[in-house]
């Protein structure tokens, strides 16, 4: 098991290696990455052929030819609603179906009608509301307008790539110099593919790709002409802004298990997501590539690059760069299948591309609380001591984590009967607090004749296959492993069936999920992963498909859980591969992670691509997986963990313990303030989670999402957004005393107004501002115009907080204005769908404080009360308040409390239509 010999050398002395390079291909040595790459830029050989038009009401078709072989291409293009085009581009007469994603999807797209206005033999124009695609023939180009303004276009530098299906060339006298009557031949010229050794055959180290499909790749450039940042394309340990990659290796998107990950870097990472978006101060546009092979990505920015070839000098009309911000996207194998988001502004991409892959579903409540795991806890007696040691120590928590060793011999749906056999004891100790058990189900089966899942997956012939048609054995924790062939539907639906109760003995229906080294990971495979030649149901390459078998275990484990509940319980599935689409079914982190503060930063940056990328649920190992963190990086992790929306502790088996009361006390109270300050904030991370599932926008965004014309932003990956009511900048470096926040613009040198959370200081200026910090200190600002509802008892676990009274802070603008939301249901089923909840809007104007029903129809019957108003900023103190509801007149005592005006105990109903007025 090399993986865990490589872990084991990791000592509990906290020492830090790196990832070995060696496992992982560069670009050169990709052999199709290496074809896509030899692409001369503004020389493309793709063209319309004229007379091929053929026109829908939603879509148009056209052959495309391929100038150097004659082969032919059907394109079509689709306008979508919603300010969205769908371009495909296949084989016409391919030797066989060349694989189409089908999974990542949310549904089939709403398209839009569209009117072709011109149709000759050098461009087709056609227009759908006020976008309009210009097709010009020759070079085949398409340029995306909205209004006049020129937005995306598609192969302006001529980069197209679209390797035809072949059989395999033989030897031949021809090839060896003479025709067939023995005289000289003509030499043809080679093409790239016949000039690549890898074209067909290809090794990697000690492994062997077959290839028997031979060169497939296809490559497409995508320019953002009002571009001045392009972001997205997750997952990397980089910066949020993309950085240009000319002279050195493109952003890769190949989902991979990669030991203590390199930061700043391009090197692909344990999920893929294929989208990507170009933002400028007038403009946003975005491009989802959907093909779930090996993917590789050109950045090309003109600003860091001085030789970039001006091939597309007239392609803008009026104002913006001749040379724009342009990604090249290069895949193995697949066909052309993009969606060009059109905007215009930031958030409107963001909901672009949920509308087409979906959103994260609204989890139960105590999933936004405190996780606490590790690899591992050891027995019964270990979890039931932990979970005594956070009431002991006054520190909320809701769930417990287990790792593969709770397993028999890691045979996943078993449990260890030495050491967990009480585990409904055990869960029951847990759930009798509140909380709940989540336990790892990985992918790979242990080869063991007397374990029921296999012996199943081998007699049903479950398992993926190896290119010579025998069940693929790989090395993974079990050592000697197969996988089942998720891609089936019947063995997605037999995985799904061991979630039951009665399959998975031991377990309740509060036990939830974590889907781990599922990229899949391989010990011995080629790049720590499954060869490229195996063989999926229906004959497909492992090659067509790789990022989403993930994907589609966290199908299996979904419906598992719906059906284990009988569909009433919101299933929680923590994943680590990923791929688009998978933010419906499951949350996830940054995956192994370091205890360095240089980790702790790339945990935001990291966060923010998966955020708007779709992927709201996510968050990173506080206090790092590798190493032993020291009590101030440990404090400080804890500060950021509690402002990201996944919350959980996790460490390496050979890092010593590290729960906070092991901790000297100082530390143990910093930690358990952020813990709590965590839980303060539960009604305002269930709001944005509703709101997110209702309106598609991140969670956590980046200041570009609302300050699009702020170019100081744009690079800004350090502070972030959360919704669009809190500006978070956690304490990043070491033994500083003050960190430099950034408060942006919204036109011009105008920002708004913020308030500091801990003291309500009130701040109106833009660009950066030292801001001091104790060990206590985590600079959080809530923007003026906006009322944020809080739980202020908090209690051990944010399950029992749900009958628990709300405070109101509101934070006044510059016209002594702000609105807010509080979304309430009953935190932990799917009734909320069949309208049982209640969606409420406060506003306070004119000083009047008001609540009203967003939706009327909506009532969830909640116990919950309004027990204090916070407000901040206004100009003077009232001497009183009044309140109103449809059935009483009540004055009110107010109270200064620092910069803060206080109504305490309005007492009435959350239920209720109320208004307070405020009495001068």
């Known amino acids: 098991m090399r993986l865990l010999a490589l872990c084991l050398a990791f000592t509990v002395l906290g020492l830090t290696i790196s990832v070995d390079r060696n496992n992982f291909k560069t670009c050169d040595q990709s052999s199709f990455c290496r074809r896509c790459r030899k692409v001369q830029p503004g020389n493309s050989q793709f063209q319309l052929v004229p007379g091929t038009l053929n026109v829908y009401s939603n879509s148009i078709t056209a052959d495309v030819i391929n100038n150097e072989n004659n082969h032919l291409f059907v394109l079509k293009l689709e306008a979508l609603k919603d300010n969205t085009f769908h371009l495909l581009i296949d084989e016409k007469t391919p030797l066989h179906p060349r694989y189409r994603v089908t999974d990542a999807l949310k549904g089939t797209p709403a398209p839009d009608t569209i009117k072709v206005t011109e149709n000759s033999d050098q461009e087709i124009v056609i227009r759908s509301g006020h976008n309009e695609a210009i097709l010009l023939a020759k070079p085949l180009r398409i340029d995306f307008y909205s209004g006049n303004t020129l937005t995306v276009s598609v192969n302006a530098k001529g980069l197209m790539r679209f390797e035809h299906l072949r059989v395999k060339p033989q030897p031949s006298q021809a090839e060896e110099g003479n025709d067939e009557n023995g005289n000289a031949a003509e030499e043809k010229p080679k093409s790239i593919e ?146 060009i988001l059109m905007g215009p502004r930031p958030n409107d991409v963001f909901k672009q591309y949920t509308d087409l892959t979906g959103v994260a579903p609204l989890p139960q409540v105590f999933a936004l609380g405190y996780h606490q795991c590790r690899w591992n806890y050891n027995d019964e007696q270990d979890v039931d001591q932990v979970n005594n040691k956070f009431d002991e120590h006054d520190i909320p928590m809701d769930t417990m984590w287990l790792d593969i060793e709770y397993t028999d011999s890691k045979k996943y749906f078993t449990w260890d009967q030495h050491k967990f056999a009480h585990s409904l004891d055990m869960i029951k100790n847990l759930t009798a607090k509140g909380r709940h058990l989540t336990v790892i189900i990985d992918p790979h089966i242990k080869r063991d004749n007397n374990y029921f899942f296999h012996n199943d997956c081998t007699d049903r012939g479950y398992y993926v296959k190896n290119k010579d048609g025998k069940d693929y054995e790989g090395w993974c924790w079990p050592g000697s492993s197969s996988y089942p062939d998720l891609f089936r539907e019947d063995v997605r639906k037999y995985f799904s069936s061991r979630y039951l109760l009665d399959n998975f003995p031991g377990t309740t229906e509060d036990v939830m999920l974590w889907n781990d080294m599922n990229e899949p990971s391989v010990f011995n495979g080629p790049e720590i992963t499954m060869p490229k030649d195996n063989v999926h149901v229906d004959g497909w390459e492992h090659r067509d498909l790789h990022n989403l078998y993930a994907h589609m275990q966290l199908i299996s484990t979904y419906e598992g859980l719906l059906e284990r509940s009988q569909n009433k319980q919101r299933p929680f599935i923590l994943t680590r591969g990923h791929f688009s689409g998978s933010q419906r079914l499951a949350t996830i982190w940054t995956g192994d992670n370091a205890a360095d503060w240089k980790h702790l930063e790339a945990s935001i940056k990291m966060c923010l691509s998966e955020s708007v990328a779709g992927f709201s649920f996510c968050g990173a190992d506080v206090g790092g997986f590798f190493g032993n963190p020291e009590a101030e990086l440990f404090s400080r992790w804890y500060q950021a963990g509690s402002f990201q929306p996944f919350f959980r502790s996790h460490a390496h088996i050979d890092t010593k313990r590290r729960e906070p009361w092991l901790f000297p006390e100082d530390t143990k109270l910093v930690i358990r303030d952020a813990i709590r300050k965590r839980y303060s904030y539960i009604s305002y991370w269930y709001t944005m989670f509703y709101e997110h599932e209702r309106f598609g926008l991140p969670v956590m965004r980046p ?181 109103k509801t449809e059935s009483q007149t009540e004055t009110l005592e107010v109270q200064v409390e620092g910069n803060l005006v206080v109504i305490r105990k309005p007492g009435v109903s959350m239920l209720d239509n109320w208004s307070i007025t405020l009495n001068f």
């Open 703 to 883: 200041l570009l999402a609302h300050y699009p014309q702020d170019k100081e932003s744009y690079a800004i990956d350090n502070e972030y957004l959360l919704g669009d009511k809190l500006l978070v900048r956690p304490v990043l470096h070491q033994g500083v005393s003050k960190v430099d926040v950034y408060f942006p613009a919204k036109n011009g040198k105008e920002g708004d107004v913020w308030y500091d959370v801990d003291d309500y200081r009130r701040i109106e200026r833009v660009g950066y501002e030292g801001v001091p910090v104790n060990s206590y200190k985590i600079p959080v600002y809530q923007r003026g115009g906006t009322i944020i509802p809080k739980k202020e008892r908090i209690r051990r676990a944010a399950t029992l907080m749900i009958n628990d009274p709300y405070t109101l802070v509101v934070c006044l603008d510059k016209s002594s204005e702000a609105k807010g939301t509080l979304y309430i249901d009953d935190e932990k089923s799917f009734d909320y769908r069949q309208g049982k909840y209640n969606y409420l809007e406060f506003e306070f104007k004119n000083n009047v404080l008001s609540s009203r029903s967003i939706d009327d129809k909506a009532t969830y019957p909640t116990k919950s009360w309004l027990e204090r108003v916070r407000l901040a900023g206004l100009s003077k103190v009232p001497k009183s308040a009044t309140l």
């Open 194 to 339: 016949d000039d690549d050794p890898g074209s067909w055959e290809e090794n990697f180290k000690s492994h062997h790709d077959a290839k028997p499909y031979g060169p497939e790749a296809i490559a497409l450039d995508f320019a953002f002409p009002q571009a001045q940042v392009l972001f997205g394309i997750p997952e990397h340990a980089d910066s949020f802004a993309l950085k240009s990659t000319t002279g050195g290796d493109p952003y890769r998107l190949y989902n991979l298990d990669v030991f203590e990950y390199e930061l700043d870097s391009t090197m692909a990472l344990y999920g893929s997501v294929p989208v990507l978006y170009g933002h400028g101060a007038d403009r946003t546009a975005g491009v989802y590539w959907q093909n779930a092979a090996e993917t590789w990505v050109d950045i090309y920015n003109p600003d860091s690059e001085k030789n970039v070839l001006s091939s597309i000098v007239n392609m803008v009309s009026g104002s913006g760069p001749v040379d724009p911000l342009t990604a090249n996207f290069m895949s193995e194998s697949g066909v052309i299948d993009a969606y």
